[in-house]
């Protein structure tokens, strides 16, 4: 005789998240230091064009297989950026705090376009580059060009309550609140009935 069966795994759950902003924003660097524990050593900036990479994210205790895409906010990919949004579950709208511009294409640009092109897919806001808020040379920067301090947390949160959509912050370059990115995303599209292991069939013979 064999040896007895363990109980059932769970269900394997699986999703897709799609990841846009404006070009430089830092989706890359978000994506890599989630991957990799680390922010990626090499800072010259390099455009997306598509980038596509699984990694586990947790949910309750359950791992969810998820696939994220990276995609390049330039207008020259316009055109090509619509074939990484069919089939996604959530999408994560990025802005940087020290590109003011950023944040109103998400408005203007990005929440328009991923509701077109995934109209049944959720969206998450996030702020990313948080640890420039005290960088002193981008203070003086922004102080110098727009008049005003990096983007601050009541910034993102006032456009995230006009759109109804959870707001999220984070660090890449110093890994702060990264993996929160991710499981406030996955959140919103997996449940614990995701995990149950389907009903067996019975088969009645008379």
Known sequence: MGEPKSAAVARRVKRKMVVIGDGACGKTCLLQTFQDGQFPGDNRYIPTVFDVCIKDVE???????????????????????????????VVVVCFAVDDVESLGNVVEKWVPEAQEH?????????????????????????????????????????????????YVECSAKLNVNVRHVF????????????????????????
């Open 118 to 166: 995934a109209p049944r897919a959720r969206i998450v806001l996030a702020a990313l580059k948080t640890d420039l808020r005290t960088d002193p040379q981008t203070v003086e920067h922004m102080r110098r060009i727009h008049g005003r301090q990096p983007l601050d947390f009541e910034d993102g949160s006032r456009l995230a309550r006009s759109l109804d959509v959870p």
């Open 183 to 206: 499981e406030t995303s996955i959140a919103l599209v997996v449940s614990d009935k995701d995990f149950d292991e389907p009903t067996p069939h019975c088969c009645l013979i008379l």
């Open 59 to 89: 949910h309750r205790g359950h791992s969810v297989e998820v696939e994220l895409w990276d995609t390049a906010g330039q207008e020259d990919y316009d055109r090509l950026r619509p074939l990484s949004y069919p089939e996604a579950s």
